[in-house]
């Protein structure tokens, strides 16, 4: 069943059922790949700067009191940035979208949905606070859910911000099982 406002058809939702993405859904995790390495590529070359200003602009560096001078602070700041936080951060969000597109997989979880209200959006969660996916919906695509009812949503695992791809009312369940959110890890 597609549920309407949310941008994926019948076909999408068949092949996410068989742990594969449509083209049209692989093109739209290529665009948030994309964007997200832009994201990193603006933070790595604006981070350092905002925050060698925060610390200069409080006292922190450039001072006579102080033992550190601004080009070790810059120094510091730069290779810590380079050499421990972008590598970490970049090549796990990496690995995880050139995994996708390549092997054209998409993962699925079944468990009871929250919809939370967050400004403009709300956030669907899925399954556990920790360990559950999470999206940001527009009102009119949450309006189509019931909040605390089974689904089972598709989608590419991207660390925070998963790329979501399509959602349908779950199976019934037994009662027992209903509130356990299931994996299904046939895809990687």
Same mark, same amino acid.
């Given at each position: ?15 996410n ?26 933070? @790595? &070359? #604006?981070?350092? !700067?905002? /925050?060698?200003?925060?610390?200069? %602009? ?6 006579? =009191?102080? *033992? ?13 940035? @380079? &050499? #421990?936080?972008? !590598?970490? /951060?970049?090549?796990?969000?990496? %690995? ?6 390549? =092997?054209? *997989? ?22 556990s ?13 949450? *309006? ?22 399509s ?15 299931v ?6």
């Amino acid at each position: 069943m597609v549920i309407d406002g949310f941008g994926f058809n019948q076909h999408d939702l068949d092949a996410n059922r068989d742990g594969r993405l449509t083209d049209r859904q692989v093109e739209r995790v290529r665009r948030e790949y994309e964007r997200r390495r832009r994201l990193a590529l603006w933070l @790595l &070359l #604006l981070g350092p !700067p905002l /925050v060698i200003s925060i610390v200069v %602009a409080g006292g922190g560096a450039g001072g006579a =009191d102080n *033992a550190i001078s601004l080009p070790v602070l810059i120094g510091i700041v730069y290779t810590v940035t @380079l &050499l #421990l936080i972008v !590598p970490v /951060v970049v090549i796990g969000f990496i %690995a995880t979208y050139v995994r996708a597109i390549r =092997d054209r *997989a998409v993962r699925s979880t079944t468990a009871k949905i929250r919809l939370v209200p967050r400004g403009d959006d709300v956030h669907l969660q899925v399954g556990s606070i920790t360990n559950g996916p999470r999206f940001a919906l527009d009102q009119d695509q949450a *309006a189509g859910l019931t909040d605390g009812e089974r689904y089972t949503v598709y989608f590419t695992p991207g660390g925070q911000r998963s790329v979501f791809h399509s959602i349908e009312p779950a199976p019934e369940a037994s009662e027992s099982a209903a509130d356990a959110p299931v994996d299904d890890e046939s895809a990687p």
